[in-house]
């Protein structure tokens, strides 16, 4: 089974493993892509057999949902790490030999304090700035550009497996 080598799958993979089901309306409205193209990759990720058609209550809506083998099923946190990380050390590699203007990238970390509902929050005014530039028609200028954000709660070393105490 390939791997999915293309963004807009690896977003619909990555959003159907923080939502138990999507439709592609659904999907389009979280990851800023059109309906009928997240329908389209929805349905090659299917016939890949990364995802199948969920029971949907409404007979005029199609969620879907990732496929899953008892006690086993594709990491795909892992898979979209990967996919990032084979991106990024390409780039890397490739940097010197790139045109002045895009020779540049813009990395960065930052430890911030949040709440449960702040993370959330934050997550979706990242996704809606990402969006106005996924959605948009790119200019003859524009590259693809990989964006990676990761929002998630650090959890002391020593205490990796349980959650800390609230005081």
Do not use: N
Not at 53 to 72: I, S, T
Not at 78 to 89: I, K, M
Not at 117 to 142: F, W
């Amino acid at each position: 089974m390939p791997p999915p080598d293309h963004p807009i799958r690896t977003a619909l993979l990555a959003l159907l493993h923080e939502r138990d089901t999507v439709t592609s309306t659904q999907a389009a409205q979280a990851l800023g892509f059109s309906s009928g193209s997240c329908s389209f990759h929805l349905r090659q990720l299917a016939r890949y057999g990364y995802v199948e058609e969920a029971d949907a209550a409404d007979g005029r809506v199609r969620p879907w949902r990732l496929v899953r083998q008892p006690d086993e099923g594709p990491d795909l946190g892992l898979l979209a790490r990967e996919l990032e990380d084979e991106g990024y050390q390409r780039w890397l590699h490739s940097k010197g030999s790139a045109p002045a203007e895009w020779s540049i990238d813009d990395a960065f970390s930052s430890v911030i304090f949040l709440e449960p509902s702040e993370l959330a929050e934050v997550g979706a005014q990242i996704r809606a700035v990402l969006a106005r530039y996924a959605t948009r028609d790119p200019s003859p200028a524009a590259r693809p550009v990989a964006a990676v954000a990761r929002l998630f709660p650090l959890l002391p070393v020593e205490q990796e497996t349980t959650w800390p105490s609230e005081s």
